[in-house]
């Protein structure tokens, strides 16, 4: 890990760049891979679409609005989304016609409002910042008491097998413009079904669990799709259960509770 602040920061910097190049080039999230029921289970076990119902949120990072318009759709009161990138736009233009239910700010997650939010959601994001302590700290000021936050992030354990592929590669990757990545995201991507196929055979082999009920149920380019967000942003980080659970202690969350989803990602929640 570098302890470099200045490239540190020129990480985040690229990240953020990286995920605005992305999420402008693929702006749409169809099918399941859009679904309420695939937030319930990104969700589960902590939360279910109940405790979203009625509930002021909060989603930090919020990309194309994927997220937001699944807490739209589980019935959310309303959703201050969060996104720092160009994205922005997309953001904007796709949860336009939810009206006032929705509110897009152009900020890092750091500028989260202490808008005493019910439930403050971090999906696929706090693995991509380098420093993400400010960030949770951040979500802590923004809830109210008894208010809850929940973040899914990359785990360590379950997935060795896959990072010792990917981390390699993403060596290389990681400094490639997007269209690049892109084209190397089709060409994994026969690799991929034909392990995905070798899971059904042999169900004890690493992600069989993940890609039998979530990666197959997307639509062919939202796989391509998932295989580009493995290989493009700058910073990744695979989080022990141990660094997982400190993530959100140390920014004086209680209760905190771990679900190891899968078998190969930490769902985490915690209480203010």
Not at 83 to 95: C, F, G, I, K, W
Not at 222 to 242: C, F, G, H, M, T
Request: a neutral charge; glycine letters at 6%.
């Amino acid at each position: 890990m570098q302890h470099n602040p200045a490239a540190r920061n020129n990480d985040r910097d690229q990240t953020i760049r990286d995920f605005g190049e992305q999420w402008t080039r693929h702006t749409e999230n169809p099918d399941y891979y859009g679904s309420v029921e695939l937030l319930a289970d990104i969700i589960a076990p902590f939360l279910t679409l109940e405790d979203i119902k009625d509930r002021k949120c909060a989603d930090i990072g919020s990309g194309t609005g994927r997220i937001v318009l699944m807490l739209l759709a589980a019935g959310a009161a309303s959703v201050t989304a969060i996104e720092p990138s160009r994205a922005y736009d997309v953001l904007v233009r796709n949860t336009a016609h939810a009206g006032e239910r929705v509110r897009c700010l152009n900020a890092t997650g750091e500028d989260i409002p202490r808008d005493d939010f019910d439930i403050v959601l971090s999906i696929g994001v706090l693995h991509h910042i380098p420093e993400p302590g400010p960030v949770v700290r951040a979500a802590y000021e923004a809830l109210r008491p008894g208010g809850h936050v929940l973040v899914w992030l990359y785990g360590r354990e379950g997935s060795r097998a896959y990072q010792s592929i990917f981390v390699p590669v993403r060596l290389i990757t990681r400094n490639l413009p997007v269209v690049v990545n892109e084209g190397l995201s089709w060409m994994l991507y026969p690799m991929v079904l034909v392990y995905a196929a070798l899971t059904r055979l042999i169900p004890a082999l690493p992600l069989s669990n993940y890609l039998a009920n979530v990666f197959m149920r997307f639509p062919p380019a939202e796989r391509r799709l998932v295989i580009l967000d493995q290989i493009n942003p700058r910073w990744a980080k695979y989080y022990s259960r141990d660094e997982a659970h400190a993530l959100l202690s140390e920014a004086g969350f209680s209760n905190v509770r771990l679900h190891h989803r899968h078998g190969y990602s930490w769902t985490v929640c915690g209480s203010k």
